[in-house]
């Protein structure tokens, strides 16, 4: 059950690391020895919680359960931290760092696809400190967009792993942000691009899956992209193509199962627990994007169910490999941030 309880303990794992500097795994190219320096300096809104994109994603579950909880309890020190982190001077300095030579590749897509998220999540935001916040975020905003820009039309082929260089996913997150924000030039790119990528595809090799270190599926994150380019009876035949397990599988008959992490504590591992949520809500997604009637709905809704109840029990904290950035994964879940209206939807 998500309530205020809950989004009180999702808050809490954000406002545990936002600010939590070490232990900390950079992803970093040195110009000179001028770029010597702790994360404090070289990210100074985005240090915390171990890397970069879960700092980000970290701020932007904050926003997200402030906006959903606006009177409880852990607003106060949620706005606060918000405050701290993303004044004008750090993200000047942001913007900066992603502009800087060398770094044409820092985290892309997945940080980038992330700190869009952020920024469209802060724009809509009705309140005085939300506002402020988006123009202060503006200038890391563009230097992401032009990034992406220049990088998508170059992109010969996607990238199908299950962790952060996978473009299906990312293209989800960006898609979403530029239709929230009225950006129809970037959506369009994003469209053609996930047409061109995808829309050929056909039997994907769901059996293959997972490998041991995805937090994403490479299938599902396709079929989730794609509801949100397709109509819903041109997703519904695509699907049919492009995943025919769901169509062949028979009621009572599991063709997807939640996975197990076999070590918490080990920063790699413990992404099957996240792989377990984001299936989640990719299936949720996918029976989103399908019309209503399809038959292929139970079975989809009974395994989003499935994966959703494994993957919140393992949002524990008690090991920081996970605890810094599974609460990120939890809230987008459980707040259906990809599937409800304000998701871009068809």
């Given at each position: 059950?998500?309530?205020?309880?809950?989004?009180?303990?999702?808050?809490?794992?954000?406002?545990?690391?936002?600010?939590?500097?070490?232990?900390?795994?950079?992803?970093?190219?040195?110009?000179?020895?001028?770029?010597?320096?702790?994360?404090?300096?070289?990210?100074?809104?985005?240090?915390g919680?171990?890397?970069?994109?879960?700092?980000?994603?970290?701020?932007?579950?904050?926003?997200?359960?402030?906006?959903?909880?606006?009177?409880?309890?852990?607003?106060?020190?949620?706005?606060?931290a918000?405050?701290?982190?993303?004044?004008?001077?750090?993200?000047?300095?942001?913007?900066a760092?992603?502009r800087?030579?060398?770094?044409?590749?820092?985290?892309?897509?997945?940080?980038?696809?992330?700190?869009?998220?952020?920024?469209?999540?802060?724009?809509?935001?009705?309140?005085?400190?939300?506002?402020?916040?988006?123009?202060?975020?503006?200038?890391?905003?563009?230097?992401?967009?032009?990034?992406?820009?220049?990088?998508?039309?170059?992109?010969?082929?996607?990238?199908?792993?299950?962790?952060?260089?996978q473009?299906?996913?990312s293209?989800?997150?960006?898609?979403d942000?530029?239709?929230?924000?009225?950006?129809?030039?970037?959506?369009?790119?994003?469209?053609?691009?996930?047409?061109?990528?995808?829309?050929?595809?056909?039997?994907?090799?769901?059996?293959?899956?997972?490998?041991?270190?995805?937090?994403?599926?490479?299938?599902?994150?396709?079929?989730?992209?794609?509801?949100?380019?397709?109509?819903?009876?041109?997703?519904?035949?695509?699907?049919?193509?492009?995943?025919?397990?769901?169509?062949q599988?028979?009621?009572?008959?599991?063709?997807?199962?939640?996975?197990?992490?076999?070590?918490?504590?080990?920063?790699?591992?413990?992404?099957?627990?996240?792989?377990?949520l984001?299936?989640?809500?990719?299936?949720?997604?996918?029976?989103?994007?399908?019309?209503?009637?399809?038959?292929?709905?139970?079975?989809?809704?009974?395994?989003?169910?499935?994966?959703?109840?494994?993957g919140?029990?393992?949002?524990?904290?008690?090991?920081?490999?996970?605890?810094?950035?599974?609460?990120?994964?939890?809230?987008?879940?459980?707040?259906?941030?990809?599937?409800?209206?304000?998701?871009?939807?068809?």
């Amino acid at each position: 059950m998500f309530d205020v309880n809950a989004a009180e303990r999702f808050a809490n794992l954000a406002l545990a690391c936002v600010h939590k500097e070490y232990p900390n795994k950079l992803s970093h190219s040195l110009n000179s020895d001028a770029d010597v320096a702790p994360p404090r300096k070289l990210t100074p809104a985005f240090y915390g919680c171990y890397d970069w994109h879960s700092s980000v994603h970290g701020h932007w579950l904050l926003v997200r359960l402030i906006r959903t909880f606006p009177d409880a309890k852990f607003v106060p020190a949620a706005r606060e931290a918000l405050r701290q982190s993303l004044t004008a001077e750090n993200i000047a300095q942001e913007a900066a760092y992603l502009r800087a030579e060398g770094r044409a590749s820092f985290e892309r897509p997945y940080g980038l696809a992330w700190l869009l998220q952020l920024a469209a999540e802060v724009r809509e935001w009705d309140d005085p400190q939300a506002r402020e916040m988006a123009a202060n975020l503006r200038p890391a905003e563009l230097a992401a967009l032009e990034r992406l820009q220049d990088w998508l039309p170059k992109l010969s082929y996607p990238v199908r792993i299950g962790e952060h260089s996978q473009t299906a996913f990312s293209l989800g997150l960006i898609l979403d942000y530029a239709r929230a924000t009225g950006d129809e030039k970037f959506a369009e790119l994003v469209e053609a691009r996930a047409r061109h990528f995808y829309l050929a595809d056909k039997d994907c090799p769901l059996a293959y899956e997972p490998s041991g270190e995805d937090f994403l599926s490479p299938c599902l994150g396709e079929a989730d992209l794609m509801r949100r380019v397709l109509t819903h009876d041109e997703f519904a035949g695509w699907l049919r193509t492009f995943l025919p397990q769901i169509s062949q599988s028979r009621s009572g008959v599991s063709w997807l199962e939640p996975v197990v992490s076999p070590d918490p504590s080990d920063p790699k591992l413990a992404h099957l627990d996240g792989l377990n949520l984001s299936r989640a809500w990719m299936l949720e997604g996918i029976a989103a994007g399908l019309p209503r009637g399809d038959k292929r709905l139970p079975l989809i809704i009974a395994a989003a169910e499935k994966h959703k109840r494994a993957g919140l029990a393992a949002v524990t904290g008690q090991h920081y490999e996970g605890g810094h950035w599974l609460g990120s994964f939890a809230v987008y879940l459980v707040t259906k941030r990809g599937v409800g209206s304000d998701s871009g939807g068809h």
